[in-house]
């Protein structure tokens, strides 16, 4: 069953524009993570933070964690049209216990 | 190395036939996930081993499914017989877990994609 809720559902915006993403959460987790699935494709591991991290780093990718509301961002900077996929937040509660959510389906257009 | 490997990348079969769908995890990961992708649901998780053990398999929608890992480079996901509900897309997934590794960091193959009609 998935645990993760992204939010949108889907966001389109032009290129050189910041995406922002959102999830949230229920149960307890050791780390939270972010994939990216284009079309046709399997999910690609992006970025993971840590419980006890507030926010991480990575190229043009920004990610925060608020465990007291159980909540993550992903933004995306200056998007560029090849950013076009969809975005999948994972919860990991240890032991293998790994939940996706549905997913935002972002469209950057050029 | 080549990443996860799954094959067939298309299946398209009739209802009530046998479908197998093929895994070769990433080489020296010791756990593997079979996921099921549907637009209504989702990406759910059917099971995952952990070294060739099955150790979950709570999320296999029923008797029809089963999923076998004879050795650490190869496992099996079989629907017998299969049914149109079944038609998803199907992603097998690999990583590597020790007991004091606290991330989870999934590889995953292509997918796919079954059409039962």
Known sequence: SQQGEEDPQALSIQEGENATMNCSYKTSINNLQWYRQNSGRGLVHLILIRSNEREKHSGRLRVTLDTSKKSSSLLITASRAADTASYFCATDAGNNDMRFGAGTRLTVKP | ?117
């Open chain 2, 1 to 117: 190395d080549a990443g996860v490997i799954q094959s067939p990348r298309h299946e398209v079969t009739e209802m009530g036939q046998e479908v197998t769908l093929r895994c070769k995890p990433i080489s020296g990961h010791n756990s593997l996930f079979w996921y099921r992708q549907t637009m209504m649901r989702g990406l759910e998780l059917l099971i995952y081993f952990n070294n060739n053990v099955p150790i979950d398999d709570s999320g296999m929608p029923e008797d029809r499914f089963s999923a076998k890992m004879p050795n650490a480079s190869f496992s099996t996901l079989k629907i017998q017989p299969s049914e149109p509900r079944d038609s998803a897309v199907y992603f097998c997934a690999s990583s590597f877990q020790t007991e004091h590794l606290a991330k989870n960091i999934q590889y995953f193959g292509a997918g796919t994609r079954l059409s039962v009609l």
